[in-house]
Structures are given as C-alpha cells and as structure tokens.
C-alpha cells in the first residue's frame, strides 16, 4: 500500500478484449516484477505494434525537494521484449532526477514519443513535448509543442487516434474546469 493514501500501488497488466461488442476483459494477468515494481506506481503504458517494446510511467522512489517542498517525480521507461519476457527496462535518456516525463504515446510511424513533462523548457507547470525515436533506438533532444498546444499551466494526456487526431488535456484553456480535453 502507498503510504500517503493508503491504496495499493497502481500496476501494468495485460488482458484480451473479447465479446461480440468487445465490452469484456478475460485472461487479466499482471505484468511481471520487471515492469511493476513492488513499491512503485507504474502506469501509461504503450506498447510497439510490432508488441517488442513498451514505454510507461514510473514514479521515483524518492520525493525531490523543490522550493522547500517533496514532490513526487515520474519518468518515462522503456522495456524491451524478448520472447514471453520484458527485459532491459531502463529510464529514458532525457529523463531526469529533477522534473518529470510521463504518458508516453507513439505517432503512427512510432518515429516520435509524445509525452508531458515539466522540464526546464516548459512554458508552465507540464507542457506536451515530443523526441524522435532515431534507428538505432536513441533519442533526439525533446521538442516543446508550442503555444498552440501548450499554455502557462497544465497540459497533459497526449493521445493519438487512428485518425492521426491529437489529443491531449489541459487546464491552461477555457474549457469547463478542470484538465478538460482539446
């Protein structure tokens, strides 16, 4: 149990959709200790189409103090797969102790990670950042999304559809309150 709230841990699982109207999870098992670690929350996770490597959210396991304050931070991971089992689960390059990176999502091409972060190029408290993804697996530098996406506050969330749609949430524009979707 997390000691702040008193509720388990969040973790990845796996699951088949199945059903006429695809409505019903069945075969629900969670991923292995690799992925989910005991005292950590993991969650946001994407996976290739090609189903060999995942990034997803991990919190740190020590709070960071800023401004007199201990704030949580949370990275980005990537694991690969080989065979039935996720290995080489490491922290992304452009990650780091003193801000945050987390809910990846991938572009169609899987060329580019979108994420949220607070990174000291951001505009306000999380803004949608992108890397390109180069062949050999390294990454580019992130790239600020701008103030058409991005505000003074909060922007996070990003979610690409089949259609190529982008959507992410933000509190930063008038919308009803809240981290409303745009």
Do not use: C
Not at 140 to 157: A, D, L, W, Y
């Amino acid at each position: 149990e997390y000691h702040w709230n008193n509720q388990p841990y969040l973790d990845l699982y796996a699951a088949n959709i199945v059903g006429e109207q695809k409505k019903k999870l069945d075969s629900v098992t969670r991923f292995s200790t690799v992925i989910n670690n005991k005292a950590l929350h993991e969650s946001s996770a994407v996976i290739t189409k090609d189903g060999k490597t995942m990034y997803f959210s991990r919190n740190h396991a020590k709070r960071v103090e800023i401004d007199s304050n201990k704030v949580a931070m949370v990275s980005i991971y990537r694991a690969e797969k080989n065979g039935d089992k996720w290995v080489n689960v490491e922290r992304v390059s452009f990650a780091d102790d003193y801000y945050s990176t987390m809910h990846p999502v991938l572009n169609e091409n899987e060329d580019k990670l979108f994420f949220s972060s607070d990174m000291p190029s951001s505009m306000g408290s999380f803004d949608i950042f992108y890397v390109d993804i180069n062949q050999n697996g390294s990454f580019g530098e992130p790239v600020n999304m701008g103030s058409t996406i991005n505000t003074k506050r909060r922007e996070q969330f990003p979610f690409i559809a089949n259609d190529s749609t982008f959507y992410y949430s933000s509190n930063g524009k008038q919308g009803f309150g809240g981290l409303d979707i745009f």
